[in-house]
């Protein structure tokens, strides 16, 4: 059975990059949460500058994400 840990666990025995790329992909998720609730905000406000310039983050983000996965792939866990 395969139990996810938090991260502060997996990093006292994986490779220190490894870690540093769980913990960076911790803060990119809460990054997406916290953009994808201020586009929603400046949609319904009709805020379109806004809107375009959220969009561009979040899509910087979501690369970021898909980077660090490529580059270590034991970070796509499946999450219950």
């Known amino acids: 059975m ?4 938090p991260w502060y666990e997996r990093a006292m ?4 990059d490894l870690a540093q790329a769980r913990v960076l992909l911790d803060a990119l998720a809460a ?7 201020a ?3 400046a949609q319904r ?9 959220l ?8 690369r970021y994400i ?3 996965h490529r580059r270590f792939p034991q970070t796509q ?4």
Do not use: C, F, K, M
């Open 45 to 53: 406000n009709g805020r379109a500058a806004e809107v375009h310039a």
């Open 13 to 16: 025995s994986e490779d220190p």
């Open 55 to 62: 969009t561009v983050d979040l899509r910087t983000v979501d």
């Open 39 to 41: 586009l929603d905000v």
């Open 77 to 80: 866990e499946v999450r219950p």
């Open 31 to 37: 990054q997406l949460v916290s953009l994808n609730r």
């Open 66 to 68: 898909e980077r660090l």
């Open 2 to 5: 395969n139990v996810i840990r």
